[in-house]
C-alpha cells in the first residue's frame, strides 16, 4: 500500500458527460501527479500541482482541467467525454515535486467510457 | 526532447535464471532515472531510481540497475528470477535539476518467468 488513495476504483458512463476523479496524497507529501495509462498511448503524464498550485503541465486536452485543494487533495474533472477517454488514471504524490523525489503511485481509476 | 526506450516489449526467464530488462534514455541534461513494476489490476509500485553517485543502484525485491552515461542505458537486472516477478515494469526519467518532477515513462515491458 503505497499511502496514495484514489476514488473512484471504477467508473463507467457515456459521451458527452463529465466526471471526477479524487486523489488523497501520502501523509507529508505536498506535490500531486496525474497520469494517463492506455493501451496506444502508454503511460502519459497530464498534470502536476505543488501545495496548491499548477507547477507543470503535460499532455492533458483542454476538456480536462485538475486542482489541489488546501487539505493537498486533488480532484482531476474530465468533460464532454470521449470514447477515446477510456483508460486508467493513475495519481501519483511526492515530497517536494522535484525531479529527484520518488514518486507513489495510488491504486487508479478505471474510467470506461461508453 | 526527453524519452525512454524500452526495446522489448516482452522478457521471457526461466525460474532460477538472471534476468535482464533493457532501457536507454534520451535527455538533455542530466537524468534522474527510476524502475516501476505494475502487477494486473494494481498501480505503480516503485522498485529503485538512480540520481547521483554509485553507477549501481539497489533496491527492491532483490532487483539492481546499473547506470550507464556513455550508453545511455539503465538495465534493470536480478541475480534470480522468481515467478512472483513476472510483471510490467517500466523505466522512467525526470530531469535533474528541475522544480518539475513529471515522469517520462517508456512503454514497458513485460516480464515472464516460468516455473
Known amino acids: 500500500d503505497s499511502g496514495v488513495t484514489q476514488t473512484p476504483k471504477h467508473l463507467i458512463t457515456a459521451t458527452g458527460q463529465r466526471v471526477t476523479l479524487r486523489c488523497s496524497p501520502r501523509?507529508?507529501?505536498?506535490?500531486v501527479y496525474w497520469y494517463q495509462q492506455s493501451l496506444d498511448q502508454g503511460l502519459q503524464f497530464l498534470i502536476q500541482?505543488?501545495?496548491?498550485?499548477?507547477?507543470a503541465k503535460g499532455n492533458i486536452l483542454e476538456r480536462f482541467s485538475a486542482q489541489q485543494f488546501p487539505d493537498l487533495h486533488s480532484e482531476l474533472n474530465l468533460s464532454s467525454l470521449e470514447l477515446g477517454d477510456s483508460a486508467l488514471y493513475f495519481c501519483?504524490?511526492?515530497?517536494?515535486?522535484?525531479?529527484?523525489?520518488?514518486?507513489?503511485f495510488g491504486p487508479g481509476t478505471r474510467l470506461t467510457v461508453l | 526532447a526527453q524519452s525512454v526506450a524500452q526495446p522489448e516489449d516482452q522478457v521471457n526467464v526461466a525460474e532460477g535464471n538472471p534476468l535482464t530488462v533493457k532501457c536507454t534514455y534520451s535527455?538533455?541534461?542530466?537524468?534522474?532515472l527510476f524502475w516501476y513494476v505494475q502487477y494486473p489490476n494494481r498501480g505503480l509500485q516503485f522498485l529503485l531510481k538512480?540520481?547521483?553517485?554509485?553507477?549501481l543502484v539497489k533496491g527492491s525485491y532483490g532487483f539492481e540497475a546499473e547506470f550507464n552515461k556513455s550508453q545511455t542505458s539503465f538495465h534493470l537486472k536480478k541475480p534470480s528470477a522468481l515467478v512472483s516477478d513476472s510483471a510490467l515494469y517500466f523505466c522512467?526519467?525526470?530531469?535533474?535539476?528541475?522544480?518539475?518532477?513529471?515522469?517520462?515513462f517508456g512503454k514497458g515491458t513485460k516480464l515472464s518467468v516460468k516455473p
Open positions: 501523509s507529508g507529501d505536498l506535490s
Open positions: 535527455v538533455s541534461g542530466n537524468p534522474y
Open positions: 501519483a504524490s511526492s515530497v517536494e515535486g522535484r525531479g529527484a523525489d520518488t514518486q507513489y
Open positions: 538512480y540520481i547521483t553517485g554509485d553507477n
Open positions: 522512467a526519467v525526470s530531469l535533474y535539476g528541475g522544480s518539475q518532477g513529471n515522469l517520462i
Open positions: 500541482y505543488y501545495n496548491g498550485e499548477e507547477r
